[in-house]
């Protein structure tokens, strides 16, 4: 597996590919051929601590999560090992006797933010506009960026892989840039929360919405309320994804054909439609006819309305499952099983064990026989009906092989 190792020099970072079975020695070489200093010369660290030339890259932690980051020494001073060693020693406390030429070491002071984040706010101007000093805090912690120097708040580039250090970064960028849809959906991917930092012209285009909310619904609270409460972008909106009805206007949530649009994206999206449209009997037919779980959170009330029950088990069979009055009631699984046989799974144990209601389900399809009791898969009558639509039914019925095939025969003749 080859990874991309970032290498951070005394005055420069850079990056080469090494596979991760290789040696540190190999590593040494890579470095060697990239910028021409001896493999011989090299120190490499990891944080602060020194590698062996035969220690295995892919062995050594983070190696293979990405973002993995050396120190190469050349030429180090005995004083230099030294303050490298109080680093390592003690990482809270180590600056606090330091002489002011460890504050101009770049290395050092990649350490040093690693540890503190606000030792930004010390280090000089050179290095707080140092891209990669900056980056290797912002993968240490939130809020680096608050002591970066302000051009690369403007520096798109650097912004770019800021946002994928820490989302929250975006909050820090220049206008201009959190105007850049690509850059605000980046960050957007890594954290929803952080899509309330984009400009105002971005959260009012439709365009840019659509591909925030398909990151997630949620990002719909920052839309432009505008959009939220227009028809047509609604719609766009709820196709993304249909959770997005939680943050549309009061008036779209009671717009049946939006709602349904939604709770087609999304069966959950139930939860926000208007308590009136909840109660409507008519939209929760066409609701259950995109997914008949929604079944689950309509008012028992309702579902125990026999005339509604009625019409939706003709409409909707398989909705037999979605509750106990229905799949008890003899009148409502007739219904439900002379339109789909296969509704007959979701019986009551006792009717599905009533010779008169397995066979008005084989009547609809010979596939119910799968779900009749052991002793309907076992009458004559029944099996025979099903094995008139199909032979596969003789894998359900408990009849003899013998006497089913000479019946099939004896139908034909």
């Given at each position: 597996m080859e990874v991309c190792i970032t290498v951070h020099t005394l005055g420069d970072s850079f990056e080469i590919f090494a596979d991760t079975s290789c040696g540190i020695a190999r590593v040494k070489?890579?470095?060697?051929?990239?910028?021409?200093?001896?493999?011989?010369?090299?120190?490499?660290?990891?944080?602060?601590?020194?590698?062996?030339?035969?220690?295995?890259?892919?062995?050594?932690?983070?190696?293979?999560?990405?973002?993995?980051?050396?120190?190469?020494?050349?030429?180090v001073s005995a004083e230099k090992l030294h303050w490298l060693s109080e680093c390592r020693a003690k990482p809270l406390t180590w600056l606090s006797s330091a002489p002011g030429w460890v504050f101009q070491d770049r290395q050092l002071m990649m350490l040093a933010v690693r540890f503190d984040v606000a030792m930004l706010q010390s280090v000089s101007e050179s290095f707080r506009k140092d891209p990669?000093?900056?980056?290797?805090?912002?993968?240490?912690?939130?809020?680096?960026?608050?002591?970066?120097?302000?051009?690369?708040?403007?520096?798109?580039?650097?912004?770019?892989?800021?946002?994928?250090?820490?989302?929250?970064?975006?909050?820090?960028?220049?206008?201009?840039?959190?105007?850049?849809?690509?850059?605000?959906?980046a960050a957007g991917r890594r954290d929803y929360r952080v899509l309330k930092f984009a400009s105002a012209t971005l959260l009012s285009d439709k365009k840019f919405a659509s591909a925030a909310i398909k990151i997630d619904p949620r990002a719909a609270q920052y839309v432009d309320k505008r959009l939220r409460a227009d028809s047509s972008s609604a719609a766009a909106f709820v196709r993304c994804n249909g959770l997005v009805l939680e943050f549309l206007s009061s008036a779209l949530r009671g717009?049946?054909?939006?709602?349904?649009?939604?709770?087609?994206?999304?069966?959950?999206?139930?939860?926000?439609?208007?308590?009136?449209?909840?109660?409507?009997?008519?939209?929760?037919?066409?609701?259950?006819?995109?997914?008949?779980?929604?079944?689950?959170?309509?008012?028992?009330?309702?579902?125990?309305?026999?005339?509604f029950a009625r019409t939706l088990l003709e409409q909707v069979p398989l909705a037999l499952e979605m509750h106990d009055s229905f799949s008890k009631n003899r009148e409502l699984?007739?219904?439900?099983?002379?339109?789909?046989?296969?509704?007959?799974?979701?019986?009551?144990?006792?009717?599905?064990?009533?010779?008169?209601?397995?066979?008005?389900?084989?009547?609809?399809?010979?596939?119910?026989?799968?779900?009749?009791?052991?002793?309907?898969?076992?009458?004559?009558?029944?099996?025979?009906?099903?094995?008139?639509?199909?032979?596969?039914?003789?894998?359900?019925?408990?009849?003899?092989?013998?006497?089913?095939?000479?019946?099939?025969?004896?139908?034909?003749?």
């Amino acid at each position: 597996m080859e990874v991309c190792i970032t290498v951070h020099t005394l005055g420069d970072s850079f990056e080469i590919f090494a596979d991760t079975s290789c040696g540190i020695a190999r590593v040494k070489e890579l470095i060697e051929e990239a910028r021409g200093t001896p493999w011989t010369e090299q120190k490499l660290l990891l944080d602060t601590e020194e590698l062996a030339d035969d220690a295995v890259l892919g062995e050594q932690p983070g190696a293979t999560e990405g973002n993995f980051e050396l120190f190469m020494l050349r030429g180090v001073s005995a004083e230099k090992l030294h303050w490298l060693s109080e680093c390592r020693a003690k990482p809270l406390t180590w600056l606090s006797s330091a002489p002011g030429w460890v504050f101009q070491d770049r290395q050092l002071m990649m350490l040093a933010v690693r540890f503190d984040v606000a030792m930004l706010q010390s280090v000089s101007e050179s290095f707080r506009k140092d891209p990669e000093l900056v980056l290797v805090a912002l993968r240490s912690a939130s809020g680096a960026m608050a002591y970066a120097a302000e051009e690369l708040r403007e520096d798109a580039a650097f912004m770019r892989r800021a946002v994928v250090a820490d989302a929250f970064v975006l909050q820090h960028a220049s206008e201009e840039l959190r105007a850049d849809a690509e850059l605000v959906l980046a960050a957007g991917r890594r954290d929803y929360r952080v899509l309330k930092f984009a400009s105002a012209t971005l959260l009012s285009d439709k365009k840019f919405a659509s591909a925030a909310i398909k990151i997630d619904p949620r990002a719909a609270q920052y839309v432009d309320k505008r959009l939220r409460a227009d028809s047509s972008s609604a719609a766009a909106f709820v196709r993304c994804n249909g959770l997005v009805l939680e943050f549309l206007s009061s008036a779209l949530r009671g717009d049946s054909q939006v709602c349904l649009a939604a709770i087609k994206s999304n069966v959950r999206a139930f939860d926000f439609v208007s308590s009136e449209l909840q109660s409507d009997q008519e939209f929760l037919l066409e609701t259950a006819k995109l997914d008949r779980r929604v079944l689950r959170k309509v008012k028992k009330e309702i579902l125990l309305d026999t005339n509604f029950a009625r019409t939706l088990l003709e409409q909707v069979p398989l909705a037999l499952e979605m509750h106990d009055s229905f799949s008890k009631n003899r009148e409502l699984v007739l219904c439900a099983v002379r339109n789909n046989g296969a509704a007959l799974k979701f019986a009551h144990p006792e009717l599905k064990d009533e010779r008169f209601v397995v066979l008005a389900a084989v009547n609809n399809t010979w596939r119910a026989l799968e779900f009749a009791s052991r002793r309907c898969q076992g009458d004559e009558e029944i099996a025979h009906t099903a094995l008139k639509q199909s032979s596969c039914a003789q894998r359900f019925t408990k009849l003899r092989l013998e006497r089913v095939a000479a019946h099939h025969d004896g139908a034909h003749e």
